[in-house]
């Protein structure tokens, strides 16, 4: 079985309820079509998608913000401490071929414009909408996935 492509999903750290679980299901179908999952480690968000990933067999990498691979949620398949705090966001959009923002606040705002400024798509979901130019809003975790894993096999990572 070959790997697909890396999908960052990004969020609130705190999130719960509906979100949560857009999230948790966004992993299980990157999951169920053998990509791998990048966040950034922590809850809410992060938390759900290595979740749903590693619930239906698949992979996900959480990049931390701290150097305590502890403090990492236990869904992860492999924890990245870097130290740098908010700065990882970079790591964690640089190591995706694409990205998904479930919900989020400013945080998950920086990473959409990191995103976009390397050059990778961007699919939101309930998050942040700047503009069909910049990002690609979506309404379901079934419709972000199809999108994100349809830019991805464009062969140009930054068409929209």
């Excluded at 070959?2 to 960052?8: D, F, K, R």
């Excluded at 740098?84 to 966001?89: C, T, V």
């Excluded at 995103?115 to 798509?121: L, S, Y």
Aim: aromatic fraction near 4%; include cysteine; charge should be negative.
């Amino acid at each position: 079985m070959s790997e697909g492509p890396y999908i960052a999903v990004t969020g609130a750290g705190d999130a719960t309820g509906e979100i949560y679980e857009r999230a948790r299901v966004v992993g299980r179908l990157v999951a169920e079509r053998n990509g791998v999952i990048v966040c950034g480690g922590l809850g809410g968000v992060m938390e759900a998608a290595a979740r749903g990933a590693t619930g239906a067999g698949g992979t996900a990498i959480g990049i931390l913000p701290d150097e305590d691979r502890g403090r990492a949620n236990p869904y992860l398949s492999y924890s990245v401490a870097t130290g740098m705090g908010q700065a990882r966001n970079l790591a964690v959009v640089c190591s995706a071929d694409a990205v998904i923002a479930v919900g989020g606040g400013y945080g998950t705002l920086s990473e959409i414009g990191l995103a976009r400024k390397v050059g990778r798509p961007v699919v939101t979901l309930g998050s942040w909408e700047i503009g069909e130019r910049h990002v690609i809003a979506v309404s379901s975790p079934e419709e972000a996935v199809e999108v994100t894993f349809d830019v991805c096999g464009s062969g140009d990572p930054q068409e929209l």
